[in-house]
């Protein structure tokens, strides 16, 4: 008889423990989120663009006058030196002028010396007519058209002199042309480009019209990656800092390094993105032999680096509004106040708000120069719960794994280029 009170009081007990354990699971557990604990590690801040290599100097050698190509003794790739001929141009038409130009120059000189003859002649005959006129043996007509001849002359030697200057700047100007048809390489190089052949009639620019571009002749000792830095980004970049420059080209598992020699003064309006852009130019310190100009680089300018400073994944620091007590505010109670960085821990189970200064930041993490202490677990995702997070709400934790952590230390990064 015993035995069933017992048995009774059993199954009362074991029900009470299922309510519980029931009631127990139905209470709200809070929002999931990630989280992960600050730590210190080395944050480099990198401005990622895309361009192209070039050489630092590089002349394209045009036609300055016009005329067939009647010898073009260089070939593409080949390596010339200053003074070299390059291209030779047909010379009769331009001989002509230069021959017809003297003759008309030495045409002029010798009307010049007739003309200084008979100045002299009007001025010997003037002071002959002076003396018979104070011995009052001609009349004051006979004076004045003698000296009226005197004038004549000099002004006919006057205009015969800039005649003169005339016909020796047209002989100058026709014997530059002349020497304009054979083109010799302005320095060492190599010819890159080759845009012309033999037979072909070249003709030179203008203010509306470009001129024949022949070939262009760079030195390649030199070699440039060009790139077009947002205007959000360039305030970083200063001339001197270290580049990465990745040349897919190449195959290369290391970069080629290089630092910034030159930043553009004044932007370029992208129209197809609206931005302004900055060209910058990165000089390689060891350029790869196997290197041409046009080929596409990609480069990383390292603006900052904080070595062993504390840091949390990027995406844990995010604006909101706080008051002077460092308490999250919402509504009209945050009018007026600015928004400022912050990262939420978790207190007693639920999100608290804790103001951070931040300092160098890359893709995937941010120094916090102050607010927080080393191993403090802050919330870093999922990004659309940590969008809409408020301060009191109740929260579980799901810590990121070590194991993870350093999957993403050691991975390849993929950066947002502007």
């Known amino acids: 008889m015993m035995k069933k ?22 209470k709200p557990r809070g929002i999931k989120v990630d989280t992960e604990a600050a730590k210190h590690r080395t944050v480099s801040s990198r401005v990622k663009a895309t361009g192209e290599i070039t050489p ?24 010339v030196s200053a003074g070299q001929l390059l291209v030779e141009i047909e010379r009769d038409l331009y001989e002509g002028a230069r021959d017809q130009a003297r003759a008309a120059l030495r045409q002029a000189e010798v009307s010049s010396r007739r003309i200084d003859v008979q ?12 003396q018979l006129h104070r011995d009052q043996l001609v009349s004051q007509d006979a004076l004045e058209q003698a000296q009226l001849a005197v004038d004549t002359a000099e002004v006919e030697l006057q205009s015969q002199v800039h005649t003169i200057d005339q016909y020796r700047s047209a002989l100058k100007r026709a014997t530059d042309d002349l020497a304009r048809t054979t083109i010799r390489s302005p320095m060492d190089g190599v010819l890159i480009q080759l845009d012309a052949e033999k037979g072909e009639t070249v003709v030179p620019g203008s203010t509306n019209l470009p001129g024949s571009v022949i070939m262009t002749v760079a030195d390649m000792s030199r070699l440039l990656a060009e790139v077009e830095v947002s205007e959000i980004d360039v305030v970083g970049v200063e001339l001197g800092q270290t580049a990465e420059v990745t040349v897919d080209a190449l195959g290369k598992d290391e970069p080629e390094i290089g630092h910034v020699v030159e930043i553009a003064t004044s932007g370029r309006r992208d129209p197809a993105q609206g931005t302004i852009r900055f060209r910058v130019k990165i000089a390689l310190d060891d350029p790869d032999p196997s290197l041409r100009p046009a080929m596409t680089a990609k480069v990383d300018i390292l603006t900052a680096t904080r070595e062993n400073v504390l840091s949390v994944p990027i995406q844990a620091v995010v604006k909101r509004t706080v008051d002077d007590d460092g308490g999250e505010v919402h509504g009209s109670a945050a009018e007026g106040l600015d928004e400022i960085d ?59 794994s070590q194991a993870d952590d350093d999957e993403d230390d050691s991975g390849s990064v993929e950066v947002r280029v502007d």
């Open 119 to 130: 100045l002299a002649d009007a001025r010997r005959n003037l002071h002959r007519i002076e």
């Open 342 to 400: 912050v990262v939420y821990v978790i207190v007693d189970g639920k999100a608290a708000v804790r103001p951070v200064t931040t300092g160098v930041a890359d893709v995937l993490h941010v120094e916090i120069a102050d607010g927080l202490s080393p191993d403090e677990v802050v919330v870093i995702g999922p990004y659309r719960t940590l969008k809409k997070l408020k301060a009191g709400e109740a929260v579980t934790a799901e810590t990121k």
């Open 5 to 26: 009170p017992l048995i009774g009081a059993a199954i009362v007990a074991i029900l009470a423990l299922v309510v519980w354990a029931s009631l127990r699971d139905s």
């Open 56 to 79: 630092e100097k590089k002349v394209e050698i045009s036609a300055k006058v016009v005329g067939e190509i009647i010898d073009l003794p260089v070939v593409e790739g080949q390596e």
